[in-house]
């Protein structure tokens, strides 16, 4: 157990589906973000929040929403989505401190899959 | 060029060897590098963390970081059949504190 926890484990939904993915963690982190692991290719960076604030997004499609209503939760919200966008979605949380230290903790993830 | 680069293997080591996994990077500036272990259908953990020119030990791995030559690596002594896995190297670039560039991963195969 890394202090990151996801829910659900594994989804299914329709293209007109409307879902959302939870994650929370409990280390008293700082800085929050999501990830896309796809099948025979590198982790891809979503989203980053720091201290509640996006600070990174790296161009995601509009059908993925993400939402940090505090520096323990991080919602992704789905809409819409299309088959290709069927992946492993994993929530990864650290100290958010400045540096270049900063090491990620991840959670279980995600296993989406849209038909 | 890809931001950080590693061979996608598979590499097979025969039990009780040295497993070497590499890894290079193309943002010089980069201070902070990480090996994390992704076994199949699992999240991915992290195994060391590396921030100076040098060798770093931590049980049976070892984490090596040449910054002139912008590269790092880890090897597994003593290679067991748990350590099978994807291997991971990610890189902090100097552009971003918080963001964290991963390679495709490395697949490691140890055979009894």
């Known amino acids: 157990e890394t202090g990151v926890t996801q829910t659900p484990r594994h989804l299914v939904m329709g293209m007109t589906n409307k879902k959302s993915l939870k994650c929370e963690q409990h280390?008293?982190?700082?800085?929050m973000y999501w990830y896309k692991q796809s099948a025979k290719k590198p982790l891809e960076l979503m989203f980053v929040y720091n201290f509640k604030e996006q600070t990174e997004n790296n161009s995601v499609p509009s059908r993925f929403s993400p939402e940090c209503p505090n520096s323990s939760h991080l919602f992704l919200h789905l809409h819409t989505l299309q088959p290709e966008d069927s992946a492993l979605y994993l929530c990864?949380?650290?100290?958010?401190?400045?540096?270049?230290?900063?090491?990620?903790?991840f959670g279980p993830g995600t296993r989406l899959t849209v038909l | 060029q890809k931001e950080v680069e590693q061979n996608s293997g598979p590499l097979s080591v025969p039990e009780g060897a040295i497993a070497s996994l590499n890894c290079t990077y193309s943002d010089r500036g980069s201070q902070s590098f990480f090996w994390y272990r992704q076994y199949s259908g699992k999240s991915p953990e992290l195994i060391m963390s590396?921030?100076?020119?040098g060798d770093k030990e931590d049980g049976r791995f070892t984490a090596q970081l040449n910054k002139a030559s912008q590269y790092v690596s880890l090897l597994i002594r003593d290679s067991q059949p748990s350590d099978s896995a994807t291997y991971l190297c990610a890189v902090n670039p100097q552009s971003s504190a918080s963001k964290i560039i991963f390679g495709s991963g490395t697949r490691l195969s140890i055979r009894p």
């Open positions: 280390l008293g982190h700082n800085a």
């Open positions: 590396i921030y100076s020119n």
């Open positions: 990864a949380s650290s100290q958010g401190v400045t540096g270049g230290t900063d090491t990620q903790y």
